[in-house]
C-alpha cells in the first residue's frame, strides 16, 4: 500500500486542521493505521493509531481531547482531525500502515507516506 498525506497549512494557535491519508491498493482495511509527527530537530514521535475497524484508537497524552483519528475503509483513508492546536504541534505528519504487536513501536510501521506541514502559529 502506498500512502499519501495532505491537508497541513498554517494556522493559529487554538485553530484546526484535518489532515487526510489517501492509501493505494486493495489492502488498506488490512492494516491498523497510524500517525506520526516530526518537528525540526526532534525524532519522529507518534501521534495516534486506529485498528483496522476504527473501533480502537490510542493516543499520545499530549493530543488526547484535541485530535481525533478515524478511518473509511471503503475510501482507503485514514483521517486526524486537530482542534485547539498549539505551536508545539508545529511538525511534519505522517501516515504510516502498522504491521506488528505495538502501536508504539516506529520499527513495525511501513509504507510512510511522505508527510504534510502543520505550522501553528502563536
Known amino acids: 500500500v502506498q500512502l499519501q498525506a495532505s491537508g497541513g497549512g498554517l494556522v493559529q494557535a487554538g485553530g484546526s486542521l484535518s489532515l487526510s491519508c489517501v492509501a493505494s491498493?486493495?489492502?488498506?482495511?488490512?492494516?491498523?493505521m497510524g500517525w506520526f509527527r516530526q518537528a525540526p530537530g526532534k525524532e519522529r514521535e507518534f501521534v495516534a493509531a486506529?485498528?483496522?475497524?476504527?473501533?480502537?484508537?490510542y493516543y499520545r497524552d499530549s493530543v488526547k481531547s484535541r485530535f481525533t483519528i478515524s478511518r473509511d475503509n471503503p475510501k482507503n483513508t485514514v483521517y486526524l482531525k486537530m482542534n485547539s492546536l498549539k505551536p508545539e504541534d508545529t511538525a511534519v505528519y505522517y501516515c504510516a500502515a502498522h504491521g506488528g504487536s505495538s502501536w508504539l513501536r516506529q520499527s513495525e510501521y511501513r509504507n510512510w507516506g511522505q508527510g504534510t506541514q502543520v505550522t501553528v502559529s502563536s
Open positions: 486506529i485498528s483496522t475497524s476504527g473501533g480502537s484508537t
Open positions: 491498493g486493495r489492502t488498506f482495511s488490512r492494516y491498523d
